[in-house]
């Protein structure tokens, strides 16, 4: 029985979270009611089919998870086009997201001033699962100028790119990243400008040259609360062993399901992140518990069987 299903999508398809396609006719009008592709399946997508063969490598890492949530408290303004600013508020949310994913997997968490491109740059390379809440724009105009905005540093104003508070596209391909998951909860990390022969030359896809195998990413501007939601769900999933994709489905369908999200029920709210990747459990990852407290009670049950069973055939040849 398929379960799961790998998606090389091509052209205007690569804006579509398939999640959303309806796989029977529905007289129902709610959004929560409707027969999406979700329900039957778990869906990933792939940058190329060549990657379906890709196997995956657990790289050494000093640490399980690391979490950043930078502080938006004055707005941020940003030539996001070279052409129009942009301005970026607070996010009620993000450290809340990162707090949650940290109770499950430990590590290491960056929150406001601490969360800088600065400390990403000096921890990016020891994680094997990585996690960022934050702003994140996409530069059509230039795509190598789409970027993932940190907590500013005033002290460091001045030095260029690589202290500016901006993690540029560019500046991802030099990175030498080695986490098996990279969590990108932020706007359009997996949109931007389609290019023929190339795809969308996106955030996500910059993290995957960077040496991430696997990626979470945004198609669009995601609602903050929703998204931390839906994030604690995955998160949660994802530490008992759960296969990747299937964390993300269940996440959703737990989203969906919920009597408090009726007025969230729109794929907006939801839909807009996908999994680029393998489907396998997160590298080293500890076995849950009930695995262990499972072998354990087979164990003990088939040494009383063989217990009982020696007593018997002893008893057997006592009477003979």
Same mark, same amino acid.
């Given at each position: 029985?398929?379960?799961?299903?790998?998606?090389?999508?091509?052209?205007?398809?690569?804006?579509? $979270?398939?999640?959303? =396609?309806?796989?029977?006719?529905?007289?129902?009008?709610?959004? @929560?009611?409707?027969? &999406?592709?979700?329900?039957?399946?778990?869906?990933?997508?792939?940058?190329?089919? %060549?990657?379906?063969?890709?196997?995956?490598?657990?790289?050494?890492?000093?640490?399980?998870?690391?979490?950043?949530?930078?502080?938006?408290? %004055?707005?941020?303004?940003?030539?996001?086009?070279?052409?129009?600013?942009?301005?970026?508020?607070?996010?009620?949310?993000?450290?809340?997201?990162?707090?949650?994913?940290?109770?499950?997997?430990?590590?290491?968490?960056?929150?406001g001033?601490?969360?800088?491109?600065?400390?990403?740059?000096?921890? !990016?390379? =020891?994680?094997?699962?990585?996690?960022?809440?934050?702003?994140?724009?996409?530069?059509?105009?230039? $795509?190598?100028?789409?970027?993932?905005?940190?907590?500013?540093?005033?002290?460091?104003?001045?030095?260029?790119?690589?202290?500016?508070?901006?993690?540029?596209?560019?500046?991802? @391909?030099?990175?030498p990243?080695i986490?098996?998951?990279? /969590?990108? +909860?932020?706007?359009?990390?997996?949109?931007?400008? @389609?290019t023929?022969?190339?795809?969308?030359?996106?955030?996500?896809?910059?993290?995957?040259?960077?040496?991430?195998e696997?990626?979470?990413?945004?198609?669009?501007?995601?609602?903050?609360?929703?998204?931390?939601?839906?994030?604690?769900? &995955?998160?949660?999933?994802? +530490?008992?062993?759960?296969?990747?994709?299937?964390?993300?489905?269940?996440?959703?369908?737990?989203?969906?399901?919920?009597?408090?999200?009726?007025?969230?029920?729109?794929?907006?709210?939801?839909?807009?992140?996908?999994? !680029?990747g393998? $489907?396998?459990?997160?590298?080293?990852?500890?076995? $849950?518990? @009930?695995?262990?407290?499972?072998?354990?009670? /087979?164990?003990? =049950?088939?040494?009383? =069987?063989?217990?009982?069973?020696?007593?018997?055939?002893?008893?057997?040849?006592?009477?003979?």
């Open positions: 029985e398929i379960k799961s299903l790998a998606i090389v999508p091509d052209g205007l398809l690569t804006y579509l $979270p398939f999640d959303i =396609l309806l796989t029977a006719q529905s007289k129902s009008k709610a959004y @929560y009611d409707q027969p &999406f592709l979700l329900r039957k399946y778990a869906t990933r997508n792939l940058f190329s089919a %060549s990657t379906l063969n890709t196997v995956a490598i657990n790289k050494k890492s000093t640490t399980q998870y690391i979490g950043f949530a930078p502080n938006y408290e %004055s707005r941020v303004e940003i030539d996001s086009t070279q052409s129009q600013w942009s301005s970026f508020g607070p996010l009620n949310y993000n450290v809340d997201e990162v707090s949650f994913a940290s109770e499950y997997f430990g590590g290491k968490i960056y929150t001033s601490e969360a800088t491109e600065d400390q990403f740059r000096s921890v !990016s390379g =020891l994680a094997n699962l990585m996690h960022l809440s934050m702003h994140g724009f996409v530069n059509n105009d230039d $795509p190598s100028f789409s970027a993932m905005i940190f907590t500013p540093d005033d002290s460091l104003k001045g030095l260029g790119y690589d202290h500016d508070g901006l993690l540029y596209l560019h500046e991802l @391909y030099n990175l990243l986490a098996d998951l990279a /969590v990108l +909860s932020a706007c359009e990390t997996g949109g931007g400008k @389609y023929r022969g190339e795809g969308i030359v996106s955030l996500g896809k910059a993290f995957r040259y960077a040496g991430c696997n990626i979470v990413m945004s198609l669009w501007k995601v609602n903050d609360r929703t998204t931390a939601q839906l994030m604690q769900i &995955f998160f949660r999933h994802l +530490s008992v062993g759960m296969n990747k994709d299937e964390a993300l489905r269940q996440a959703k369908l737990s989203f969906l399901s919920d009597p408090k999200n009726r007025h969230f029920t729109h794929p907006y709210y939801w839909s807009g992140f996908i999994l !680029s393998d $489907p396998l459990p997160l590298l080293g990852q500890k076995i $849950p518990m @009930y695995i262990y407290f499972a072998i354990g009670s /087979v164990g003990i =049950l088939l040494t009383t =069987l063989f217990l009982w069973y020696r007593k018997n055939k002893s008893s057997q040849r006592g009477a003979l």
